[in-house]
């Protein structure tokens, strides 16, 4: 199946700064990636949805101006986790495809201290 | 009522056992897809169906349209199918997925 490599797969920063997320896709181009967060022991909640060329589309309560998604290529979307806080560690994922396909990431363990 | 409830949300079974993870949405779906995460957190599409049934090694998963109902089993369980087993159904008109809770299975050796 197609491959979307994220990364990086954890990271620990302190508060107040800025991570930055990246998902290629290595054999498809994604037109769409979509952006997930995932509490310990919870579902996964769609974040935002990013489309190459033009402005991501953000969930109802997610923070346009905190997490900066960028597409700026067909293989490649971006999230930055703005002036993170501790309440901004969470696993962050995203999912490539076209239509009806699911081609996750490996994921991303963010942790604020 | 979530759209897409699934059951168990754990299950503990010994290695060898057949298992079986059930899926229930109330929503019209494309498709419907059973994703398994490991502990480390990645996740990895098993099957994607639309109807009937799809058979890959050990694993086999089933739906039924009219009663929007979805079965993924596994047989000869083994400790490394533990994982998070994930229904998430490809909602029409809505062009997104949206997932169930999903279930923790641990297969003891």
């Known amino acids: 199946g197609a491959v979307v490599s994220q990364h990086p797969s954890w990271v620990i920063c302190k508060s107040g700064t800025s991570v930055k997320i990246e998902c290629r896709s290595l054999?498809?181009?994604?037109?769409?990636m979509f952006w997930y967060r995932q509490f310990p022991k919870q579902s996964l909640m769609l974040m935002a949805t990013?489309?190459?060329?033009?402005?991501?589309?953000?969930e109802q309560g997610v923070e346009k101006d905190k997490f900066l998604i960028n597409h700026a290529s067909l293989t490649l979307s971006t999230l930055t986790v703005t002036s993170a806080h501790p309440e901004d560690s969470s696993f962050y994922i995203c999912?490539?495809?076209?239509?009806?396909?699911?081609?996750f990431g490996q994921g991303t363990r963010l942790t604020v201290v | 009522k979530n759209e897409v409830e699934q059951s168990p949300q754990n299950l503990t079974a010994q290695e060898g056992e057949f298992i079986t993870i059930n899926c229930s949405y109330s929503?019209?779906?494309?498709?419907l897809h059973w994703l398994q995460q490991h502990p480390g957190g990645g996740i990895v599409s098993l099957f994607m169906?639309?109807?009937g049934k799809k058979k890959h090694g050990r694993l086999i998963a089933t739906i039924n349209i009219q009663e929007k109902h979805s079965s993924l089993h596994i047989t000869a369980s083994h400790p490394r199918d533990s994982a998070v087993y994930i229904c998430?159904?490809?909602?029409?008109?809505?062009?997104?997925?949206?997932f169930g809770q999903g279930t923790r299975l641990t297969i003891n050796p």
């Open positions: 990013s489309n190459e060329g033009s402005k991501a589309t953000y």
């Open positions: 999912r490539g495809g076209q239509d009806t396909e699911a081609f």
């Open positions: 169906l639309s109807s």
């Open positions: 929503v019209g779906i494309s498709a």
């Open positions: 054999d498809f181009q994604a037109t769409t």
């Open positions: 998430a159904v490809w909602r029409t008109g809505a062009q997104k997925l949206v």
